[in-house]
C-alpha cells in the first residue's frame, strides 16, 4: 500500500509539474500574442495613416489637375478680351483722326466768310472756287464718319469681350458650384448641373479632340455630398478622355427610376481588357507607367458612390470603349428638374 501511495504521490507531482510547464507556455504564447497583436495594431495605423496621406495626395493632385485646367480655361476668354480692348483702342484713335478731318474740312469752310468782306471780281472767282472746294471736302469728310467701319468693329469687340466676361462669369459660379465653396455636409443635388459643372472643367482635355454628346433627362435630386459627387464626374470624365489618344466621342446621359438616378459615361476608347477588369477598383492598381498614376482614381470613385448608398457599374469591349453606369438612390422629397 506505501508503495501504491508513493506511486501515486509522484503521479501528482508529475501532473503537478506537466500542468506548470503547459501554463508557463500558455502565458508565454499569450504574451507573443500580445505582443504580436499590439505590433500588427501598430503597422495597421501606419498603413492607414500612409494610406491617408496618399489618398490626401492624390486629391490634391486632382486638385491641381482641376486649377489647371480652370487656368487654361480662364486664359482664352482673357486673352481675347484684352486683345478686343487694346484693338477697340486704337479703332477710338482711328475714329478721332476722322473727326479732326471733318473739323479741318468745316474750319475750311469757315474762310469763305472772311473774302466776302473784301471781295472784288477776282476775289469772287476764287470765292466760288473755294465755295465749291470746301463743298466737296465737307462732303468727302461726312461720308468717310458716315462710312466708316470704325464703331461697329469696335461695338462688335466690346459685344464679344462682354461674351468673354459672361463666359469668365459662367466659369467661376460652375467651379464653385463643382466645389461647393460656400457650403458643407449633406445636401440635396441636381445631378445634371454637377454633370455640367464637370464637362466645363475638363473641358480642356476634350476640346477639338472628343466630342460630349448629352443625353441629360429630367432626373430627381440626389442627397449627398456635392463636392464628393462632382469629384465622381469629374474622375470618370477624366478617365474617359484618357481612354480616347486621339478622337472619339464621350455621351454622358442621365436617367430615373426606381426611385434611383443613373448617371452613365460611355467613352469610344481603348475599353478595359479581362484581366484588368476584376482590379479596376482596387486601391493603389494602375496599369499606368511609374510616376504617372497612384491607382487611387477609381477606387476613390467607388469609396464615394459606395458610401451614398450607390452602386457603380462598368461594362467594357477592348478597342471599343468602356461605359460607367453611377447609381444613386434619389432625395425622397425632390422633383424632377430638367437642365
Request: charged residues 25%.
Amino acid at each position: 500500500m506505501a508503495a501504491i501511495s508513493w506511486i501515486v504521490t509522484l503521479l501528482l507531482l508529475v501532473a503537478i509539474v506537466v500542468l506548470g510547464i503547459s501554463l508557463w507556455r500558455l502565458r508565454a504564447d499569450n504574451a507573443r500574442l500580445s505582443s504580436a497583436h499590439s505590433q500588427t495594431e501598430t503597422e495597421l495605423k501606419q498603413l492607414q495613416s500612409s494610406q491617408a496621406q496618399v489618398i490626401h495626395t492624390t486629391k490634391l493632385a486632382s486638385l491641381g489637375q482641376m486649377v489647371a485646367g480652370v487656368a487654361h480655361e480662364l486664359n482664352t476668354p482673357l486673352g481675347f478680351v484684352k486683345s478686343n480692348v487694346e484693338v477697340v483702342g486704337d479703332l477710338l484713335d482711328d475714329y478721332r483722326k476722322l473727326v479732326k478731318a471733318y473739323d479741318a474740312a468745316v474750319q475750311y469752310c469757315q474762310q469763305p466768310v472772311d473774302l466776302m468782306f473784301g471781295a472784288d471780281k477776282s476775289s469772287l472767282d476764287k470765292l466760288v472756287k473755294h465755295v465749291e472746294e470746301s463743298r466737296r471736302k465737307l462732303f468727302d469728310a461726312r461720308n468717310a464718319v458716315e462710312k466708316s467701319p470704325l464703331l461697329t468693329e469696335a461695338k462688335e469687340l466690346l459685344g464679344d469681350a462682354r461674351d468673354g466676361i459672361v463666359q469668365l462669369s459662367a466659369l467661376v459660379q460652375n467651379l464653385k458650384g463643382f466645389a461647393r465653396v460656400d457650403r458643407d455636409g449633406i445636401d440635396a443635388m441636381d445631378v445634371n448641373e454637377g454633370v455640367e459643372s464637370a464637362l466645363m472643367i475638363a473641358a480642356h482635355q476634350l476640346r477639338d479632340r472628343i466630342k460630349v454628346v448629352r443625353k441629360l433627362e429630367a432626373v430627381p435630386k440626389v442627397r449627398g455630398m456635392p463636392s464628393q459627387l462632382n469629384q465622381v464626374f469629374l474622375n470618370l470624365i477624366t478617365n474617359a478622355a484618357q481612354a480616347m489618344e486621339d478622337e472619339g466621342t464621350l455621351t454622358v446621359a442621365t436617367r430615373a427610376g426606381n426611385n434611383q438616378v443613373e448617371i452613365v459615361f460611355s467613352d469610344t476608347g481603348c475599353g478595359i481588357p479581362d484581366d484588368v477588369l476584376p482590379k479596376i477598383f482596387d486601391p493603389f492598381f494602375t496599369t499606368k507607367a511609374p510616376g504617372e498614376g497612384t491607382g487611387l482614381g477609381l477606387s476613390i470613385v467607388h469609396k464615394i458612390v459606395k458610401s451614398h448608398g450607390g452602386s457603380i457599374k462598368v461594362r467594357t469591349t477592348p478597342n471599343r470603349g468602356s461605359e460607367f453606369t453611377v447609381v444613386l438612390p434619389v432625395e425622397s422629397s425632390a422633383r424632377p428638374t430638367l437642365h
